[in-house]
Structure formats: structure tokens, C-alpha cells
């Protein structure tokens, strides 16, 4: 591998962890599935090829074609804070139920499949970032280097995804109290109303 594709794909990774660290609804998600030891497999796998999609797009060049629809970012602005909106009540409602909140409680597979496809896909954040601002970035490596870019950012966000999801596992003796679940719960509960406003001011 020569420097310049090194090079690349170490900025596709930097520029990729830099933008999905970040506290959001989707990580919010994985990390509580986590700590709950719940469907982890699946939710991280979702979480992953959804934003290697989304990366190899941006890549593409789709992001120019999106950014030239601001009615559609409206409209799916809108659609993403109802949801994250419901999120955040049902994640306040869970919290005064602390007997439903522990890691064996039940949890089915198609709920949690949902609601990992929707904090996904319906939030405009991840079409801004991943396909706007990174497939920009990686134009910037020219037509051969921006796929190495990509292949960065795309192993940036399975390293992630993957540490944060079975890594969460690692902290389950800690929440093996319910005021602690209650806690997370009232957090993230919390974390999506602050992002349902942020879509809302960012898209009017």
C-alpha cells in the first residue's frame, strides 16, 4: 500500500470515528442494547452495513443529488424528530418501570430490529454527515483515493459500532441496579428531545 492510499484510508477513518462518537440516538441505542446484553449481533450489524451503504453513496457522489432536494431533508427532518420524539417518551416511560429495565427482561427481536433500521435511517444527521460531508471529503482525495477514503471511514464505523455495542456488555455489572437503568433511561430519553429540536431548528 502506497502512502497516498494510506493516507487516505487513515483520513476516511479519523474523519468517519470523528463524526460518529458523537452522543446520538443511534449510539444511545447500541449502547443500551449493550449493556442489556440484548440482540447486540443484530443491532450492531444494522448500525454497520447501514452506514457502509450510506459511506459507499457519499462516496458516489449521491450527497449532491440530496443537497439539491431541501424540501426532501425537510420532510424527512420532520418524520425523524416525531420519531425520536416517541423514542425519548417511551424511553422516560421505561424509566418508571425499573422491574421492566433489567438486562433479562424480554425484548423482541422484530422491536428491536425496528427501532435500529429507524433511529438509522430516519435521522437526517446521518444523511448530512455521512453522505454530504463525507462523500465531500473524500472527493477531495480525487477518483481513485476518495474509494480509499471511504474504505476508512467504513472500517471506522465497524470498529466502532462493534466496540461500543459488545463493549457495553463489559459495564452490565453496573447496571444490575435499577436506579442505574432508570438513570440511562431518563438520559437518553432526554438526549432524544434535544436531538428532535436540533433537527427541527437545523431543517426551519
Known sequence: MNTSILA?????????????????????????????????GVVVAICAVSDLVLIAAGVAGVGAVVQGHPVALKAIAVVGAAYLTWFGVRSLLS?????????????????????????????????????????????????????????????????????????AGLAARWFSRERTWQVLDVVIGLVMFALAGSLLVSAF
Open 95 to 167: 424509566a418508571r418501570r425499573p422491574e421492566a429495565l433489567l438486562p433479562g427482561g424480554p425484548s423482541p427481536r422484530g422491536s428491536v430490529v425496528a427501532s435500529a433500521l429507524a433511529l438509522t435511517w430516519l435521522n437526517p444527521h446521518v444523511y448530512l454527515d455521512t453522505v454530504l460531508l463525507l462523500g465531500n471529503l473524500a472527493a477531495s482525495h480525487g477518483a481513485t483515493g476518495r474509494w480509499w477514503f471511504g474504505l476508512g471511514a467504513g472500517l471506522g464505523s465497524i470498529l466502532w459500532f462493534a466496540g461500543l455495542g459488545y463493549g
Open 8 to 40: 487516505a484510508v487513515v483520513s476516511g477513518l479519523l474523519s468517519g470515528l470523528s463524526l460518529i462518537v458523537a452522543i446520538g440516538a443511534q449510539n444511545a441505542f447500541v449502547l443500551r442494547q449493550g449493556v442489556a446484553k440484548r440482540h447486540v
